[in-house]
């Protein structure tokens, strides 16, 4: 009964937290912390903000190489995932841009495709 | 143990009104220490009718610092297994996170090991295991971070009682278990926990230190 009532709540990016959960989860962890120096973390990450214009492209073809993460130096690879569509991925990070105190603006599915037309493979 | 634990989750669940009255589930389910921690696996008895466990066999394996690693290594001591590879995109990262909390909890029991076995030996050689432990901030004499021959490495999971297979229809390329699994000091396997569910690995973290105690005396 409690979890029937609490699922009524309003739940603002459900599909982008699903999604997350899913396909991201693994690695950035569900609070976003990421792992150690391994893997950067989400929630608070300034490189949201900074590289606005790559996230898109970040998620369907991954990225490699040096990355500097609130001043941390990260250095792992990120594989892509090619299997989601633009639509998914806008909701993606409207989830990862408002979650964990996030407040890194609204993205659109116009937006991201135009981003993803436009990606450095 | 493992079976106690959900007989008695389910039992809870018909009970609704067991979760409003008790926080956590039953911490210790048994407080007889064999019956917590039995050797796990097949058994075999001799024509004389002595019985012969399951055990880990010889193994030998170069770790991060290129230091041949073998059963001696954990001479005396307890260890703390798991497969992975470093470009695996599923579950390892979550895996290593509840790892790291075994580590960080026994970080200065020098009766307790942490030993991982890369399944992707080809591309995780000696420096990129190096570079991973240090990147998770692990000391290298505590946690092993294995690599070896592939053939000598895939034989050793199902001692572990850990599956591990090459699949390319899977992300990453290596289909695996996220098995946590505990060795005693004479090779015996006694706990396992899912590396992927940090609730089971609660209650491990608390069964290791009930363990380390019975063992050596000292959990800490």
């Known amino acids: 009964m409690i979890i029937s009532f609490s699922n009524c709540e309003y739940e603002a990016f459900s599909q982008g937290k699903a999604l997350y959960e899913s396909q991201c989860a693994n690695c950035h962890n569900e609070n976003g912390q990421g792992l150690r120096n391994l893997i950067p973390p989400l929630a608070g990450a300034d490189y949201l903000e900074t590289h606005k214009e790559e996230i898109a492209c970040i998620i369907r073809y991954g990225i490699e190489g040096e990355m500097i993460v609130n001043g941390e130096s990260y250095n792992s690879q990120m594989v892509g995932i090619p299997i989601l569509t633009d639509v998914q991925i806008n909701n993606i990070i409207n989830y990862i841009n408002q979650a964990w105190g996030n407040n890194y603006g609204l993205s659109n599915v116009k937006m991201v495709k135009e981003q993803l037309e436009n990606c450095n493979k | ?220």
């Open chain 2, 1 to 220: 143990m493992r079976y106690l634990i959900i007989t008695i989750l389910l039992l809870s669940a018909l009970f609704g009104i067991y979760y409003f009255t008790v926080d956590n589930k039953p911490a210790v389910v048994t407080s007889d220490f064999e019956e917590a921690f039995p050797i796990l696996g097949f058994k075999d008895i001799t024509p004389e009718g002595d019985t012969i466990n399951h055990s880990i066999p010889d193994f030998s394996f170069i770790n991060q610092d290129s230091l041949e690693i073998t059963n001696e290594t954990f001479a005396n001591k307890a260890y703390i297994t798991d497969f992975f590879f470093i470009h695996c995109p599923s579950i390892c990262p979550r895996v290593k996170a509840q790892m790291l909390r075994v580590y960080e909890k026994f970080e200065d029991n020098d009766n307790l090991l942490l030993v991982s076995h890369s399944l992707d030996p080809k591309r995780d050689t000696v420096a990129a295991l190096r570079s991973y432990a240090d990147k998770l901030g692990v000391d290298g004499s505590k946690w092993h971070f294995l690599t070896g021959e592939k053939d000598m490495i895939y034989a050793m999971n199902s001692e572990y009682f850990i599956v591990a297979n090459e699949d390319p229809d899977v992300a990453g390329g290596i289909d695996h278990s996220g098995r946590i699994v505990l060795v005693d000091k004479n090779r015996h396997v006694r706990a396992f926990a899912e590396g992927t569910d940090p609730d089971d690995v609660t209650q491990f973290l608390k069964d290791l230190e009930w363990f380390l105690e019975e063992e050596y005396g000292n959990a800490n």
